[in-house]
């Protein structure tokens, strides 16, 4: 039980180690105003959890910590410049309607940042899906000026993207401050399966689906552009590392792990190509979630099934001995 | 005497059919987002519902369980016509934005399954007592949804602006009620149980001080 | 490719998560895999051939009588009630204990009388669907819809009904709001 709830807070926190060099990159091209936006929803979510879990008569223990990371995953989702009441309305959503209404991290059926996204898409669609530039700095209480559409939207409308590989791999262009800094994301992806952070199998399922499909039918002229993009734009690999390898979501058999990654990236790609659904990778995880559901309960039959033969083989060998040893004696 | 009393009056809270018995839903998740709509369905569904349960109960007794519900289904359906004709004169409005949910009302589970599993097993009196204050359950729970919902989602109450900060839009949507409901369901039935904790603990002590 | 598009056209219009119709119904068919396809199945057979022979009542009620469709609807239904128990009951007694509870369920079920005017309603705006082939393949669909639905529910009916959960929302309030999380991600790809 200690060893099971230490490696929880050993998870939690390589997570929360990654997000934070996101958030530090955010910093660099939106300036304090990103921080103060990461800052609210940190808070907001320590202060959800305690009064839910006060509510559900259980102390707050580092394991629920957890909160943090969710909130910092949706802060990172959202745009620098997000209007704080709406960051504040989204992560009460993901602590008390997303995770606690549920039973909390002992029962977790939603990844709560995606829940909250789809939320905020839902009622505030509008505001989510506009952005500064890079470097276009935003005072902690000034208005944003100067919004524009990401470069997500501008690929999935014109199937064009106006910037450098180079910029693409240091996330100097437009979208969730914490969704673009690509090869971060890359980085943070290969620590966090070689410490077993997150769902090996489903990060592996969600890139091949993708890929795969990138590849086959492709956005754009060049088979190699559509792969490279599909990957970068629309949340995809930030998507693939937060909310779908999610441990406390995906199945815990790679293989059934790897399925689950790929349907979702399947289908999440074909959104974006046949209705350019911005961001589609979010929503799609969170309509999966019966599946993975399924996928679990299934490798809980295996598990009990598996332990049932064992215990019949263990008492037919025992058996067998103590006949043995009856037939020795006489 | 308790108990008789509580199944008689249980219809707003102890026993509300709408967030215990989850009867009824449909027109306060898809329809409950305004208080408007409210009170259209208010008005439609005690009208109905008062009338068909008092006009099933001349209904024999001694028919088979499948006619007679098939009977109150029909009752219910002839009682909407009249409903329906004076809501055009006084909420002419309120049937379009409402639309299939005015005559889903009329066949609803109240109506067509607990006249026979509750409320036909009392006498007339008690029948109806119970019966007037399970259509208050109803109409106090549309009335707080439409409010709610109505005031977060719209900035309104009745159609009148009202100062509201941040809007959440999701909240007139269809899973907006849902998840409204849900979240509904659960402090009614939090409130419940501290009631029953509460009166639990009375007993406990009046009955040791009577020692 | 676009068959993944027509399943998300087809969750879009689901009964239960856009309209929340049948949702009591829905519950007590995601209690159990013997619930699921008892409930399922008749709900589908209500709702296909109770949309045959709405269209037949629609085709022939005149626009001002458009009144008594909800006690022609009702009539139907009730007919089909009794056709169904008295079909069970000859196929097989040993069948009819167990069966019969799901017809009484889902005969006056919002999911079916909300079906039919749905169905209706699309039609009266469209008139290419007033076709008896278009009505009964909407009424099968609203039963496909109905059995998706109760599906990605029982996925999640024992995480809903476990101890974990906090008692007062255990189970109904718990299936609201995860229905509920499940439509808003429907709504979204709209």
Redesign the interface.
């Known amino acids: 039980m200690l060893k099971k709830a230490r490696k929880e807070r050993l998870i939690w926190l390589d997570i929360m180690i990654t997000l934070l060099t996101l958030e530090l990159m955010s910093y660099f091209y939106y300036g304090i105003r990103s921080v103060a936006l990461a800052g609210v929803c940190v808070c907001t979510a320590v202060i959800a959890e305690i009064i839910s879990l006060r509510?559900?008569n259980r102390r707050f223990t580092a394991d629920d910590l957890t909160c943090t990371s969710d909130a910092m995953i949706i802060a990172l989702m959202f745009p620098a410049v997000m209007?704080y009441?709406?960051a504040v309305?989204a992560v009460l959503f993901a602590v008390i309607?997303?995770k606690?209404?549920?039973?909390?991290r002992?029962?977790m059926?939603?990844s709560p940042a995606a829940?909250a996204y789809?939320?905020v898409?839902?009622?505030?669609g509008h505001q989510l899906l506009q952005y500064t530039e890079p470097h276009v700095k935003t005072g902690i209480f000034d208005t944003p000026t100067g919004l524009v559409n990401s470069a997500s939207h501008n690929f999935n409308m014109t199937g064009n993207v106006d910037h450098t590989d180079f910029e693409i791999l240091l996330g100097n262009f437009s979208g969730p401050c914490g969704a673009v800094s690509i090869l971060l994301l890359v980085v943070a992806a290969i620590v966090l399966i070689f410490r077993r952070s997150i769902s090996a199998g489903a990060f592996i399922g969600t890139v091949c689906g993708v890929g795969f499909f990138a590849c086959v039918?492709p956005m754009i002229n060049s088979r190699a552009g559509s792969l490279k993009y599909s990957l970068v734009m629309n949340m995809v690999l930030f998507a693939a590392i937060y909310i779908v390898s999610d441990i406390r979501i995906a199945p815990k058999r790679n293989y059934y792990a790897f399925f689950y990654g790929l349907f979702i990236g399947?289908?999440s790609y074909?959104?974006v190509?046949?209705?350019a659904?911005e961001n589609?990778i979010v929503?799609v995880s969170?309509?999966f979630?019966?599946?993975a559901?399924?996928f679990k309960?299934l490798e809980k039959r295996i598990e009990k099934a598996a332990s049932e033969h064992n215990a019949d083989m263990s008492e037919a060998l025992d058996a067998v001995a103590d006949r043995k040893e009856i037939a020795a004696d006489e | 005497m308790n108990s008789h009393r509580k199944n008689l009056l249980g219809g707003v809270l102890h026993d509300n059919i709408v967030l215990s018995g989850l009867m009824v839903i449909s027109p306060v998740i898809i329809c409950g987002d305004t208080l408007r709509n409210a009170l259209a369905l208010i008005y439609a569904f005690s009208a109905i519902t008062f009338l068909a349960v008092l006009i099933s109960s001349f209904v024999p007794k001694k028919l088979p369980y499948t006619a007679k519900i098939i009977i109150y289904a029909l009752i219910s359906a002839a009682v909407y016509i009249p409903v329906k004709l004076a809501a055009e004169e006084f909420y002419p409005d309120s049937i379009e934005r409402i639309g299939i949910y005015y005559p889903l009302l009329a066949v609803n589970s109240l109506i067509v399954f607990q006249t026979e599993a509750k409320f036909f097993k009392m006498k007339k009196l008690d029948m109806m007592i119970s019966l007037i204050f399970c259509i208050i359950g109803f109409d106090a729970v549309m009335l707080l949804t439409g409010f709610l919902r109505e005031l977060f989602a719209y900035g309104t109450i009745n159609s009148k602006i009202v100062d509201v900060n941040t809007l959440i839009n999701g909240l007139s949507e269809p899973f907006g009620g849902f998840i409204f409901l849900g979240l509904m369901c659960g402090v009614y039935r939090f409130i419940r149980s501290l009631i029953s904790k509460n009166d639990k603990q009375l007993r406990s002590e009046a009955s040791v001080s009577d020692k | 490719m676009f068959l993944i598009n027509d399943l998300i056209t087809l969750l879009a219009a689901n009964l239960i998560l856009s309209q929340a119709l049948g949702t009591s119904t829905i519950f007590i068919a995601a209690g159990s895999r013997k619930n699921l396809v008892g409930t399922a199945c008749v709900i589908t057979l209500f709702t296909t051939i109770g949309s045959a022979a709405a269209y037949c009542i629609d085709a022939a009620l005149p626009s001002a009588l458009s009144d008594l469709r909800l006690l022609f609807y009702t009539l139907i239904i009730g007919i089909l009630y009794v056709l169904l128990l008295t079909a069970v009951y000859f196929a097989g007694r040993s069948y009819f204990e167990d069966f019969r509870k799901y017809i009484h369920v889902s005969a006056f079920n919002c999911a079916v009388m909300g079906t039919l005017f749905t169905i209706n309603k699309r039609a009266a705006m469209d008139s290419s669907l007033f076709e008896l082939g278009e009505y009964v393949s909407a009424g099968f669909e609203a039963g496909i819809g109905f059995i998706i639905a109760a599906l990605i529910l029982t996925a999640a009916y024992r995480k809903l009904n476990s101890s974990k959960v906090p008692s007062a929302f255990r189970g109904f309030p718990a299936m609201l709001v995860y229905l509920g999380i499940i439509s808003m991600a429907v709504y979204s790809l709209k």
């Open positions: 509510m559900m209007d009441k709406v309305i309607v997303a606690n209404v549920f039973g909390g002992l029962n059926i939603f829940a789809v939320f898409l839902t009622s505030w039918t399947v289908i074909v959104l190509v046949t209705a659904k589609a929503i969170v309509l979630t019966p599946i559901l399924g309960n």
